[in-house]
């Protein structure tokens, strides 16, 4: 079955930069985008942008450009998210998920377990 | 950006109860609206998709309604194991939107 495992929660410093990671398995990874989701302490869900499994193509959502790159590496079927010069309002829990399309319409079928990242001094 | 506004924020419900939560779009978005449920400390789980369409797996007590702007998710008979928080999702253009979300409690 489909499974997308999540690398574990980072404490880091302000300033700094983190990778998070997504494992896909149980299907094959290039015939599914994969979209990132930010959801910060107590709040609502905010979708950062996708990457196209297929060519690498990466596509960011207003507010997540400059310090925030997706990019893949399909010979392990994973997704990273690195998030450079931290601050402490990237704070948030950030999820990945499948894109799938069904019924004429995207959705997130699967979604990972979440990674949570705290910027602190 | 398509803003997504969920009404009610949050209820409180009984088991047993019938539950209705509205997910209204900025503008039209067709059918392209996915609802998700969200537990404490969990990934969100798709229930609907394409406005009406139930994910494999998921009790058919769930159901999805609407096009266009207004959207409804009904909850047939609450359960226990359906205490959570809901959002809405609009998949007609980028960027993806989400609503607020809609917290059911026990009444």
């Known amino acids: 079955q489909v499974h997308l495992v999540q690398s574990g929660s980072e404490l880091q410093k302000p300033g700094a930069s983190v990778k998070v990671s997504c494992k896909a398995s149980g299907y094959t990874f290039t015939r599914f985008d994969i979209n990132w989701v930010r959801q910060a302490p107590g709040q609502g869900l905010e979708w950062m942008g996708w990457?196209?499994?297929?060519?690498?193509?990466?596509t960011y959502a207003q507010g997540f450009t400059g310090r925030f790159v997706f990019s893949l590496d399909t010979s392990v079927s994973t997704a990273y998210l690195q998030i450079s010069g931290l601050k402490p309002d990237d704070t948030a829990v950030y999820y990945c998920?499948?894109?799938?399309?069904?019924?004429?319409?995207?959705?997130?079928?699967?979604w990972g377990q979440g990674s949570l990242v705290t910027v602190s001094s | 950006d398509i803003q997504m506004t969920q009404s009610p924020s949050s209820l409180s419900a009984s088991v047993g109860d019938r539950v209705t939560i509205t997910c209204r779009a900025s503008?039209?978005?067709?059918?392209?609206l996915n609802w998700f449920q969200q537990k404490p400390g969990k990934a969100p789980k798709l229930l609907i998709y394409?406005?009406?369409n139930l994910q494999s797996g998921v009790p058919s007590r769930f159901s999805g309604s609407g096009s266009g702007t207004d959207f409804t998710l009904t909850i047939s008979s609450l359960q226990p194991e359906d205490f959570a928080t809901y959002f809405c999702?609009?998949?007609?253009?980028?960027?993806?939107?989400f609503g607020q979300g809609t917290k059911v409690e026990i009444k």
């Open positions: 394409g406005a009406s």
């Open positions: 999702q609009q998949t007609s253009s980028p960027p993806r939107t």
């Open positions: 998920a499948r894109n799938f399309i069904a019924a004429g319409t995207g959705t997130d079928d699967f």
């Open positions: 990457i196209n499994t297929n060519t690498g193509n990466p």
């Open positions: 503008q039209s978005i067709g059918v392209h």
